[in-house]
């Protein structure tokens, strides 16, 4: 079974560029997260998706930050304008709906910003 | 919101010896916890967890406890090997959270020969 696919696994822009981030969940998963993680430091949550709906954007930066998730399975993070302290790991996981299972997430590799 | 700490920040042992890492958490509601082990450049990867029903869960070299009172849980790895060496995350979660996952800021585990 293949895992959570993300791309571009590396991304390097100026400040002030957009940039775009893509996530494959595993086969299965209804349930989709964008976490944020910074050198040192346990990943943040981002933005929590439902199938297609986000049910919990809380800590996403909506000014120049946002998400889709068009028929509930691939995903999209984007950042418009780029700032310099964006550059972290943008990590995508997803999990099961329901069920026991529910709590488990499991991650992808992750995208690697560096904002210049 | 949920805050959990982790420590130690660094953690250098020899081969064989056991590790032991140990969070906090502040929400009493939190009822999952998840401990991830993330080596550099890789993703997180669930490396075991345990729901707040259970006070203790063994895999293996690996080892979670709980004591829900004190709102503590410790990751315990027997005879480590050079590979175990890598970051560990540990995560808590509220009931009614939604799987919202709130890290531990990490422990870089180094197994030294």
């Known amino acids: 079974e293949a895992g959570v696919v993300q791309s571009p696994r590396y991304k390097i822009i100026e400040k002030k560029q957009p940039v775009a981030f893509w996530c494959n969940p595993i086969s299965g998963h209804n349930t989709l997260y964008w976490y944020l993680q910074n050198l040192g430091q346990g990943p943040e949550l981002l933005i929590r998706y439902e199938n297609e709906e986000a049910v919990d954007d809380s800590q996403l930066p909506k000014d120049r930050f946002s998400a889709e998730r068009l028929k509930g399975v691939d995903s999209t993070l984007k950042i418009q304008p780029a700032e310099l302290g964006d550059s972290a790991v943008y990590l995508c996981?997803?999990?099961f709906g329901s069920g026991r299972s529910a709590y488990e997430q499991f991650f992808g590799p992750g995208t690697r910003l560096t904002v210049l | 919101g949920e805050n959990v700490e982790q420590h130690p920040s660094t953690l250098s042992v020899q081969e064989g010896d056991s590790a032991v890492i140990k969070c906090t958490y502040s929400d009493s509601a939190s009822n999952y916890f998840p401990w991830y082990k993330q080596e550099l450049g890789k993703r997180p990867q669930l490396i075991i967890d345990i729901r707040s029903n259970v006070g203790e869960k063994k895999d293996q070299r690996i080892a979670v406890t709980l004591n829900k009172t004190a709102k503590h849980f410790s990751l315990h790895i027997t005879e480590t090997q050079p590979e175990d060496s890598a970051v560990y995350f540990c995560a808590a979660t509220p009931t009614g959270g939604g799987n919202k996952l709130t890290f531990g800021t990490g422990t870089q585990l180094k197994v030294e020969l």
């Open positions: 996981a997803s999990s």
